[in-house]
T-cell receptor, first 113, second 114 residues
């Protein structure tokens, strides 16, 4: 049972345009959401997070939106740059839980020059 | 430099030959976890540890063992590896003082079991 789903295995975007990566979850107990970025031959690195008490969090070119009623979150990257080409994982957790992150399947983002 | 290290980075072995993948962190984190990454499945938690001598099962613990005798180390043990344990493994650490369970990951260990 996949509690966190990223339904797009891949996404291709032109440099300078907006990249939108989507994530859906089923467990209503999740109250904290994170995005990780992963380059080949490296471990995932933390990108941005959002608590369920917010619906938006920004950090430079990266913005995460949370729609609790739809159990949906999205990551917007604008403008997209070639260095953004990577696999992006959405993850969810319960704050106060035992450090348990539940990950989506990942979306491979390719930024074309 | 704050980091999580794993060894080895690559390993090819045969069914049934016991192996250990080491993990070490230098950030004095209380929490450590092991994940495996498989195509189409994302990262799935194998085991986690909340502190020294405190470990618990994650989502896919079958066939694995862990120990946490020191705060900085969290080895993953495969007593009798099987081909379905061929995967990319990540160790991660975090601290409860960091809100939201942000975890720091090691570089990964690619394991092939023949």
């Amino acid at each position: 049972d996949q509690q966190v789903k990223q339904n797009s295995p891949s996404l291709s975007v032109q440099e300078g345009r907006i990249s939108i990566l989507n994530c859906d979850y089923t467990n209503s107990m999740f109250d904290y959401f994170l995005w990780y970025k992963k380059y080949p031959a490296e471990g995932p690195t933390f990108l941005i997070s959002i608590s369920s008490i917010k619906d938006k969090n920004e950090d430079g070119r990266f913005t995460v939106f949370l729609n609790k009623s739809a159990k949906h979150l999205s990551l917007h990257i604008v403008p997209s740059q070639p260095g953004d080409s990577a696999v992006y994982f959405c993850a969810a957790s319960v704050l106060g839980g035992a450090q348990k992150l539940v990950f989506g399947q990942g979306t491979r983002l390719t930024i074309n020059p | 430099e704050a980091q999580v290290t794993q060894n080895p980075r690559y390993l090819i072995t045969v069914t049934g030959k016991k192996l250990t993948v080491t993990c070490s962190q230098n950030m004095n984190h209380e929490y450590m976890s092991w994940y495996r990454q498989d195509p189409g499945l994302g990262l799935r938690q194998i085991y986690y540890s909340m502190n020294v001598e405190v470990t618990d099962k994650g989502d896919v613990p079958e066939g694995y063992k862990v120990s946490r005798k020191e705060k900085r180390n969290f080895p993953l043990i495969l007593e009798s590896p099987s081909p379905n344990q061929t995967s990319l493994y990540f160790c991660a650490s975090s601290s409860p003082v960091v809100a939201g369970n942000e975890q720091f990951f090691g570089p990964g260990t690619r394991l092939t079991v023949l």
